[in-house]
C-alpha cells in the first residue's frame, strides 16, 4: 500500500509560479503511472497531467506549455511545476499513483492540497 502527501499549495497572484510535491510512502519506480488532477468548486476531478514508468508525460490542453510533471524515483516523490497561473486554475490537485498501461485506475490518492490564484 502506497501512502501520497501533497504539499505546495497556496495562494499565488495571476502570472505567478508554484511546485507542487507529492511525497510516496513507498517505492514510485514500482508504479506504472502516476498523475497530478485538480477538483475546481463545482466542478468535476479533471485529469492534468502523466508519468508513465519510462518518463513520458503527456498534459491536457488547458495546462500544456505551463505545467510540467515530473518525479525522483530517489525521493520517491512526484512533482508539478506550475507557471503562468490563472485564475481557473483555482482548485484543489491530487496526485495519484498505481495507474494501469491506459494511465487510468489509480490505486491510491493524495488528500490534496489548495492553489488558490487572484
Known amino acids: 500500500h502506497v501512502q501520497l502527501v501533497e504539499s505546495g499549495g497556496g495562494s499565488v497572484e495571476a502570472g505567478g509560479s508554484l511546485r507542487l510535491s507529492c511525497a510516496a510512502s513507498?517505492?514510485?519506480?514500482?508504479?506504472?503511472?502516476m498523475a497530478w488532477f485538480r477538483q475546481a468548486p463545482g466542478k468535476e476531478r479533471e485529469g492534468l497531467a502523466t508519468?508513465?514508468?519510462?518518463?513520458?508525460?503527456s498534459y491536457v490542453d488547458a495546462v500544456k506549455d505551463r505545467f510540467t510533471i515530473s518525479s525522483d524515483n530517489a525521493k520517491n516523490t512526484l512533482y508539478l511545476q506550475m507557471n503562468g497561473l490563472k485564475a481557473e486554475d483555482t482548485a484543489i490537485y491530487y496526485c495519484?499513483?498505481?495507474?494501469?498501461?491506459?494511465?487510468?485506475?489509480?490505486?491510491?490518492w493524495g488528500q490534496g492540497t489548495q492553489v488558490t490564484v487572484s
Open positions: 508519468i508513465e514508468r519510462d518518463g513520458h508525460t
Open positions: 513507498g517505492s514510485i519506480s514500482s508504479s506504472r503511472c
Open positions: 495519484a499513483a498505481g495507474g494501469d498501461v491506459f494511465c487510468a485506475d489509480f490505486r491510491y
